[in-house]
């Protein structure tokens, strides 16, 4: 929803007066003691807030287009342009937005404006997109081992005053860490190598009761972005939940392996777990096995439940993508009109089989509405996916948290799965 700041208006007028340039320094003084976006009240609803996002013009010719990239009103890259206040230095763009909204955003300049699925390099293209300069808050979204050549992906942080609090977000200090041990696994069936971290929690003792398991996909970020080992560390030292075994395993192609497919699945069963427990004592009940990831990472651990329940008991499943369908954005298949593409491709497995022993946690953000591409949006599909689950007689833990479709959130919601699925209170 768009809406114009107060205190651009105010600029507005104060630009028109005899005195334009000292009403700019003003305003860019405040800017910079305040930070940025700008975030205002908007009169009778204490639920909302303005929030302007800023971009000072520099000497020279003025760029094409200035960004702010956060999905908050349209996935339109057209609709993310600032607008430049006439001949001045100040570019903005104002939302109205939930007073609880905590996300991320980057700025871009002289955008191409292609939508995301149909930029053949967007990954090239995202690379020119930068934090806000105006913005002192940041978040590496971007693990060590994916940043060739120095890159960062460096986010900046919008947060509304009504944001939740993420208590298990920051690495605690002065406390029993566990060890993390990264290896090379090379895969026959598969025919790759790929990097994984093996956690153990501390005081680990080979010769106690088998450890649960945790197995998370996208491992790199797993273990840096969201510092999965120290969420543990911080839990276990709390008392939140028994030690548990992890094993954080990364991908060579994320978008040809998570996706729901039987080479992946065996994969799992036939060669990492059996090297695993070659490694650490991990118990071979189900039940107490997590399978666990984000985005597709979500999708392909509710693969794996469905595929394999005698391994994995428990689905942690974080903004998982259950709207997929095979061929998800109709590259080998371009729609065309009268198409009517069936998504939630998974879901629809789960309709059609019998109730499994398996036990879920699902989240999503109240940003993910917006759609992409085709396809129905992350926060349908997985409220679908709910209800289907808690039709079918399944245990769901559920929650929606006021954010998007990134790591700021998914680090600190990991510790709410893990405490829904095996969290205990202090003492028991």
């Not at 971007?142 to 977000?169: C, H, I, N």
């Not at 009761?209 to 911080?234: S, W």
């Not at 030292?237 to 992890?246: D, E, F, N, T, Y």
Request: overall charge negative; glycine content about 8%.
């Amino acid at each position: 929803m768009s809406a114009l700041s107060p205190r651009i208006e105010a600029l507005t007028q104060e630009l028109a007066g005899d005195d334009a340039a000292a009403a700019l320094e003003r305003f860019w003084a405040e800017v910079a003691e305040r930070g940025a976006p700008l975030i205002e009240a908007v009169p009778d609803k204490p639920d909302r807030r303005i929030v302007t996002f800023l971009w000072r013009q520099p000497d020279g010719a003025a760029p094409e287009n200035v960004l702010a990239v956060a999905l908050l009103a349209s996935a339109d890259f057209a609709d993310m342009r600032l607008t430049r206040l006439g001949s001045s230095d100040v570019w903005y763009r104002s939302h109205i937005v939930r007073s609880n909204v905590r996300t991320v955003y980057q700025m871009a300049t002289n955008d191409s404006l292609v939508p995301f699925y149909e930029d053949p390099d967007l990954l090239a293209r995202m690379r020119n997109w930068t934090p806000d300069p105006l913005n002192p808050r940041t978040f590496d979204s971007a693990a060590p081992t994916d940043k060739p050549d120095g890159f960062r992906r460096l986010m900046s942080v919008l947060e509304l005053p009504d944001a939740e609090p993420m208590p298990w977000f920051e690495r605690a200090i002065g406390i029993p860490t566990g060890s993390v041990e990264q290896h090379r696994f090379a895969s026959e069936l598969l025919g790759n190598e790929r990097d994984v971290w093996l956690y153990l929690p501390p005081g680990y003792d080979p010769a106690a009761e088998p450890y649960g398991l945790l197995l998370l996909f996208d491992g790199a970020e797993a273990r840096y972005v969201l510092d999965a080992p120290g969420t543990l560390d911080a839990l276990l030292a709390a008392g939140r939940i028994p030690p548990l075994v992890a094993l954080m395993v990364s991908q060579v192609n994320r978008n040809d392996e998570l996706p729901p497919n039987d080479r992946w699945v065996q994969f799992l069963a036939d060669e990492l777990l059996p090297w695993l427990h070659g490694r650490a004592h991990v118990s071979r009940d189900p039940a107490r096995r997590i399978v666990s990831g984000l985005s597709y990472g979500g999708l392909c651990s509710a693969w794996c439940g469905l595929q394999r329940p005698d391994l994995f008991g428990n689905v942690l499943s974080q903004s998982g993508s259950f709207w997929w369908k095979p061929d998800p954005f109709e590259r080998d298949n371009p729609a065309v009109p009268g198409d009517a593409f069936e998504y939630e491709w998974l879901t629809g497995r789960y309709i059609a089989a019998p109730q499994l022993p398996l036990r879920f946690y699902l989240d999503v953000g109240t940003l993910e509405g917006l759609r992409l591409g085709n396809s129905i949006t992350h926060l349908h599909a997985n409220r679908h996916m709910r209800d289907v689950l808690r039709l079918k007689g399944y245990e769901v833990h559920y929650q929606e948290y006021a954010g998007g479709h990134d790591y700021l959130w998914w680090r600190s919601t990991l510790a709410d799965g893990l405490l829904a699925l095996v969290g205990r209170e202090p003492g028991e």
